[in-house]
């Protein structure tokens, strides 16, 4: 199955390791950091150019993605 998180953008649901609300967590020094160090490697898509509202954190084949969507937390996990 397939979870939609925004614009044209469908991920598989059992490589989902965890979404996570953007406005909640980004005030941890440790987010942010891993967010950084995220961005550095180049495993940040953003999708769209809306206000960044939540992001999935996306593991397949060894590869992690984090994926920045408009689509709030709470809507995502409702698709689910």
Excluded: W
Aim: aromatic letters at 12%; charged letters at 20%; one cysteine or more.
């Amino acid at each position: 199955m397939y979870l939609h998180i925004g614009l044209n953008y469908m991920i598989k649901k059992k490589y989902i390791t965890g979404i996570f609300d953007i406005e909640n967590t980004t005030g941890s020094v440790i987010t942010k950091k891993f967010l950084a160090y995220s961005q550095k490697r180049g495993q940040v898509i953003a999708i769209g150019n809306d206000f960044p509202r939540s992001y999935i954190l996306y593991h397949e084949k060894g590869k992690t993605r984090l994926y920045i969507s408009p689509i709030t937390c709470a809507s995502l996990l409702k698709r689910l």
